[in-house]
């Protein structure tokens, strides 16, 4: 039986899905913003109170450690780019994409978009994957949706295993 390509995204996406919602559950307030380095990016509120993420074009070399918020922004900023680009009028500039400002607030934020981006997902053809019309404004005349929507599952995982490691590194600070 062959499975559809759609299917085969949305089941890869479940799967980091999955993994992510196993670290959620621990994640806190306090854990979100913890800082492993001193070089570190992370969110934090400015002046209107708008929560902001730590940025530099280009990335500075060493790149900074992150924070587990950072990578919840990271992974909204992505997803909220991506959809806006993808399936809407354009995306918000990334300093317009702030952080909710809460461990609960981020994982409700991050939980909308991966629904909103499934059934996106669950809606496209064959042929909506292989043409390159909704994803040229972003990534160029040669990434189909398949390309985009494949990378943006294998970015989800990266972030799920940063966010991971994180949360070991934090609980095994100062143990042993």
Not at 37 to 45: G, Q
Not at 88 to 101: H, K, L, S, V
């Amino acid at each position: 039986m062959t499975v559809a390509r759609v299917d085969l995204l949305v089941r890869q996406l479940d799967i980091a899905w999955t993994l992510f919602e196993y670290h959620l559950k621990d994640i806190d307030d306090a854990l979100c913003l913890w800082q492993p380095a001193p070089n570190c990016w992370t969110v934090r509120p400015d002046g209107p109170g708008r929560w902001v993420a730590d940025w530099e074009v280009p990335e500075p070399d060493p790149v900074p450690a992150v924070s587990i918020g950072w990578v919840m922004w990271h992974i909204g900023f992505w997803w909220t780019t991506t959809l806006g680009h993808c399936f809407g009028d354009g995306a918000p500039p990334r300093e317009e994409i702030t952080w909710p400002g809460g461990a609960e607030a981020a994982a409700g934020w991050l939980r909308g978009l991966k629904d909103d981006w499934q059934a996106h997902l669950l809606r496209l053809t064959d042929a909506d994957l292989d043409s390159a019309d909704r994803t040229a404004g972003l990534w160029g005349q040669d990434q189909t949706l398949a390309h985009v929507a494949g990378w943006l599952n294998v970015e989800l995982t990266k972030n799920v295993s940063e966010i991971g490691l994180l949360r070991i590194l934090h609980g095994a600070r100062g143990k042993g």
